[in-house]
């Protein structure tokens, strides 16, 4: 009757625990079709709903906070961060659009299913760093890898840093952003992650990314 109990007990846990893991996912190196149109249609519907700027400025905003790690930029404006551009990202950005398309034509517009195949088949994910530094220059030659755990991944590429603009908020002067490019066979989506930036100034900027909030 103990052992029933204890059984019972485990069974009981394990159902809890993957309850619990619901609603918890991580970046989708592969996707189905399926899983694309959802996608679309994920990022064509809060676009429809928008009637005025301010609510497309509201809705792409919603979109780059989806993907984004490190720093809140709306508790910490010039923290470091980092936009994902994950292939569900980058197909929620062709479903908003469709959407504009749509209105501006008066008739619904679907992007072809070769576009959608070929962000299905990209092998890199595209990301977007932001950061803060104290000349217009800093983030010149900046190199980027992504640490997780012992291991660590270098970029397919790194784009050209962009020259700083006027930081209009407290902290450094400047704010500059730059891309780098992540070969999604090199890096596990699931593990605990760093993106660290090395400065030419031998300044370095870590950048925790939870991929478990990413897709």
């Given at each position: 009757?103990?052992?029933?109990?204890?059984?019972?007990?485990?069974?009981?846990?394990i159902g809890v625990l993957a309850?619990?893991?619901?609603?918890?996912?991580?970046?989708?190196?592969?996707?189905?079709?399926?899983?694309?149109?959802?996608?679309?249609?994920?990022?064509?519907i809060p676009m429809?709903?928008?009637?005025?700027?301010?609510?497309?400025?509201?809705?792409?905003?919603?979109?780059?906070?989806?993907?984004?790690?490190?720093?809140?930029?709306?508790?910490?404006?010039?923290?470091?961060?980092?936009?994902?551009?994950?292939?569900?990202?980058?197909?929620?950005?062709?479903?908003?659009?469709?959407?504009?398309?749509?209105?501006?034509?008066?008739?619904?517009?679907?992007?072809?299913?070769?576009?959608?195949?070929?962000?299905?088949?990209?092998?890199?994910?595209?990301?977007?760093?932001?950061?803060?530094?104290?000349?217009?220059?800093?983030?010149?030659?900046?190199?980027?890898?992504?640490?997780?755990?012992?291991?660590?991944?270098?970029?397919?590429?790194?784009?050209?840093?962009?020259?700083?603009?006027?930081?209009?908020?407290?902290?450094?002067?400047?704010?500059?952003?730059?891309?780098?490019?992540?070969?999604?066979?090199?890096?596990?989506?699931?593990?605990?992650?760093?993106?660290?930036?090395?400065?030419?100034?031998?300044?370095?900027?870590?950048?925790?990314?939870?991929?478990?909030?990413?897709?």
């Open positions: 009757m103990i052992v029933h109990k204890h059984i019972a007990l485990l069974l009981g846990l309850g619990g893991n619901s609603d918890v996912w991580a970046i989708d190196a592969t996707l189905s079709s399926d899983e694309a149109h959802k996608a679309l249609e994920m990022g064509r429809e709903k928008a009637n005025s700027p301010e609510d497309v400025k509201n809705v792409l905003q919603q979109a780059s906070l989806a993907t984004r790690v490190g720093a809140d930029p709306e508790k910490e404006p010039c923290g470091a961060s980092a936009v994902l551009r994950t292939k569900r990202y980058r197909l929620e950005a062709f479903g908003r659009q469709e959407a504009a398309e749509s209105k501006k034509r008066k008739t619904d517009v679907r992007m072809p299913e070769e576009f959608i195949q070929k962000v299905m088949d990209m092998p890199n994910m595209e990301m977007e760093v932001q950061l803060c530094g104290d000349d217009e220059y800093f983030a010149e030659s900046a190199l980027i890898e992504l640490q997780q755990g012992s291991k660590r991944i270098k970029p397919i590429d790194i784009g050209k840093a962009e020259r700083g603009r006027k930081n209009e908020t407290n902290g450094p002067a400047f704010r500059s952003r730059f891309t780098a490019l992540f070969a999604y066979e090199q890096f596990d989506p699931n593990a605990a992650s760093v993106f660290v930036v090395n400065l030419q100034d031998g300044k370095e900027i870590r950048i925790p990314a939870d991929f478990s909030k990413v897709r």
